[in-house]
């Protein structure tokens, strides 16, 4: 197997970075004199470019070494720095499985990476499922849906492979064991995105870091830690992706603020956990009203705090609630999606306006 510094951008390998004023003296109690800071005001010195304080509560909420995380400005950010870290512009390739997280190829286009897309298996939008979504009254749930295709995956190389997990639209999990048999044979990087873990029985490959060297986990505050306004990302991996994504990332990308909210959040996880619960009793809900409707043809099963489902015409439900200022998100101009919708769960407020709205529509 490559070894993760085998795959770093050649002509990157030898570059030492640029180091901080705030990197070189880490204690508190001095006078800083070093970074031509204002000495007065409230936000005045420059942040924690490591945020280590926010690293070691990370580490100590998942059993984690803190020198396998990087924090970054959103997950956005850490996607863009790993493309750029292993990818040489025109020469390197990244593969992803559509429908997917959008950033993966928005961040290979801006650094001139070629993209190879191993679209997940809908079975449940054959003909066959749909035929029988539409003669049981009810909206079918169909478990075997948008698997990852293993044979493609398993022949295709690139430098990066993106899986998210529970998957951005789609809302299932993959089996963990075709997880490790991709691990195993794919011959560059293996990134997981598991921004919505925390929503799924299912476990976090963080305890496989240590077995995978190619492997690196992204999670997130913006989602089940309710801080995406703080834009707060979290990439986790061996030791040596993450020294290299230290020298390469702006030097304070999680501002002093951003570090204080996360930190919080950890503490507040008793309040977390109650939030997660009620978003789940919602998210069920909700779904039993949308099989209600005819309207609705498909609700595939979710793992996330959003609700991906197959309508009978998903320009027109789009236009509907929007005119009634509920916005949802339409997929049906991508491949593969036809007439496909995601709704995020909302509070419960939130949810009964989108249910009655839905209620004047077929
Ligand atoms: C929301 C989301 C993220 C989080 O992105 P941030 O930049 O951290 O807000 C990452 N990956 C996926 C798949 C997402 O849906």
């Known amino acids: 197997m490559n070894t993760p510094q085998s795959l770093f951008r050649p002509d990157l390998q030898s570059f030492s970075a640029y180091a901080s004023a705030r990197e070189e003296y880490t204690g508190k109690d001095a006078i800083f004199l070093d970074a031509n800071e204002n000495p007065f005001g409230k936000q005045n010195r420059y942040p924690d470019p490591l945020a280590t304080e926010l690293r070691l509560a990370i580490g100590k909420e998942k059993s984690l070494d803190p020198e396998k995380i990087l924090l970054s400005n959103g997950s956005d950010e850490a996607i863009d720095l790993l493309v750029r870290i292993f990818c040489e512009p025109n020469k390197d390739t990244i593969v992803f499985c559509p429908p997917t997280f959008g950033m993966y190829k928005v961040a290979a286009k801006m650094n001139q990476v070629e993209v190879v897309e191993v679209p ?42 993106f899986l998210c997990n529970p998957n951005n639209p789609t809302g299932n999990t993959q089996d963990p064991e075709v997880l490790k048999s991709i691990l195993e044979v794919f011959p560059g990087i293996v990134v997981i995105d598991e921004a919505y873990i925390e929503f799924c029985a299912e476990e976090s490959f963080l305890p496989f870091l240590e077995r995978y060297p190619n492997l690196i986990i992204l999670q997130t505050f913006s989602k089940y830690w309710g801080l995406a306004g703080a834009r707060v990302g979290m990439c986790f991996a061996n030791k040596k992706i993450i020294q290299m994504l230290r020298a390469f990332k702006a030097p304070y990308n999680v501002n002093a603020l951003s570090q204080q909210a996360a930190l919080q959040a950890l503490e507040e996880k008793n309040q977390r956990e109650k939030e997660k619960k009620q978003l789940l009793q919602e998210r069920e809900r909700i779904e039993i009203e949308l099989k209600k409707n005819p309207f609705v043809q498909t609700i595939f099963p979710s793992k996330a705090n959003f609700l991906f489902l197959q309508v009978k015409d998903a320009d027109a439900l789009y236009a509907y609630l929007k005119d009634n200022k509920v916005i949802i998100r339409n997929f049906h101009k991508k491949s593969g999606c036809d007439n496909c919708v995601r709704i995020s769960v909302g509070s419960p407020g939130e949810n009964n306006a989108l249910l009655s709205l839905l209620q004047n529509f077929s």
Do not use: F, M
């Open 120 to 161: 997940l298996k809908n079975n449940g939008a054959s003909p066959a499922a749909k035929q029988l979504s539409i003669s049981s009254s009810e909206a079918c749930l169909t478990e075997k849906s948008w698997e990852l295709d293993v044979n493609t995956l398993q022949q295709t190389t690139g430098k990066i492979l």
